[in-house]
């Protein structure tokens, strides 16, 4: 089993749509949680850390939830701008601050 | 300027040359990270580094070895290409006086080895 798992798409989705983006992870002591962003040929990108309480940044909702061990990304009012492939990351050892990345799943948003 | 820079962007050579990635930055962070990237497969961990003294192997070292010559500098080389290493190579910094286990990354070099 993978240490960090995603669908990996494609989502093709009209522009205005609301988009939801899962991932598991295996390890159940792993401490930080995080969504990149990667545009094509690109470097990944923090797009938003993932707390344990929610959180929000305008148009995107990170959510964790420890019991079932799952990440969630949700993508309201979606734009052209949004189409990139999504990395949930997660921090399986805390003090050691490495990073284990998910395959990634790959958005696009249609006009 | 980019915080993170590498060198050369672009390669293509032949199998059992011997390559030589770079990468500087000037966030003054203390950790930085060797990754490379295949389709299908994410990002794997090749080495880090988390100051000038300390060098540890990641998921994926073989075949590869790396040089920490300064904290802003941090190398990666091939002793031997093979074609199996042919992939989008990154760098990435990241500072443990830091809040969040928050990396960020150069903008890739992609090798490509005949």
């Known amino acids: 089993r993978k240490e960090v798992e995603q669908d990996p798409g494609p989502f093709n989705v009209p522009e205005g749509a609301t988009v939801a983006f899962n991932c598991t992870y295996s390890?159940?002591?792993?401490?930080?949680f995080f969504w990149y962003r990667q545009d094509c040929r690109k470097e990944p990108k923090l797009l938003m850390s993932?707390?344990?309480s929610g959180n929000e940044d305008g148009r995107f909702t990170a959510q964790l939830n420890r019991a079932s061990q799952y990440i969630s990304l949700l993508i309201r009012d979606s734009k052209l701008s949004d189409s990139a492939t999504y990395l949930c990351v997660v921090n399986p050892s805390g003090s050691a601050r490495q990073l284990t990345f998910g395959s990634g799943t790959q958005l696009t948003v249609l006009p | 300027d980019a915080d993170v820079t590498q060198t050369p962007r672009n390669r293509i050579t032949k199998t059992g040359k011997r390559i030589m990635l770079e990468c500087s930055q000037t966030k003054g962070h203390d950790r930085m990270y060797w990754y490379r990237q295949d389709p299908g497969l994410g990002l794997r961990l090749i080495y880090y580094s988390f100051d000038v003294k300390d060098i540890n192997k990641g998921e994926i070292s073989d075949g590869y070895s790396v040089s920490r010559q300064a904290q802003a500098k941090f190398s990666l080389s091939l002793e031997s290409a093979i074609p199996n290493q042919t992939a989008l190579y990154f760098c990435?910094?990241?500072?443990?006086?830091?809040?969040?286990?928050?990396?960020?990354f150069g903008p890739g070099t992609r090798l490509t080895v005949l």
């Open positions: 993932v707390y344990s």
């Open positions: 990435a910094t990241s500072d443990h006086r830091g809040f969040t286990d928050t990396q960020y």
């Open positions: 390890n159940s002591a792993s401490q930080s």
